[in-house]
């Protein structure tokens, strides 16, 4: 089974930065995409960021293009979501997922959606404030 913990979030002031963390256990992770989602209250679940294996590359969504950088160390089984210039609007849930992506040419993170992921972390929040 496999489990995704986020953590890195917290309070930060406008224009200020954050890096989230996403440890992910019981898969392999060279055969999965690993994407950031996030939902603020009283919104829907939107994509962030994706980071796919084999041939996927890394997509984004526009709200992150320019600010946002998706990384990820197989190895450390971690995948890393760099945040700049945060906006109050950033505020929201913060999680990362899961989708079975293989060892070459695949669409998984394309266009950033969640529809594509299996398993799921808890979230850790991002509140953006002064």
């Known amino acids: 089974q496999a489990q995704l913990a986020e953590s890195g979030g917290g309070l930060v002031q406008p224009g200020g930065s954050l890096r989230l963390s996403c440890v992910v256990t019981?898969?392999?992770?060279?055969?999965?995409?690993i994407g950031w989602f996030r939902q603020a209250p009283g919104k829907e679940r939107e994509g962030v960021a994706c980071t796919s294996s084999g041939d996927g590359g890394t997509h984004y969504a526009d709200l992150a293009k320019g600010r946002f950088t998706i990384t990820r160390d197989n190895a450390k089984n971690t995948v890393y979501l760099h945040m700049d210039a945060l906006k109050v609007d950033d505020t929201a849930f913060y999680s990362c997922?899961?989708?079975?992506?293989?060892?070459?040419?695949?669409?998984?993170?394309?266009?950033?959606?969640?529809?594509?992921?299996?398993?799921w972390g808890k979230g850790t929040l991002v509140t953006v404030s002064s």
């Open positions: 997922a899961s989708g079975w992506a293989g060892l070459g040419p695949n669409d998984v993170c394309v266009g950033v959606y969640d529809y594509g992921m299996d398993y």
């Open positions: 019981g898969l392999r992770m060279d055969t999965y995409a």
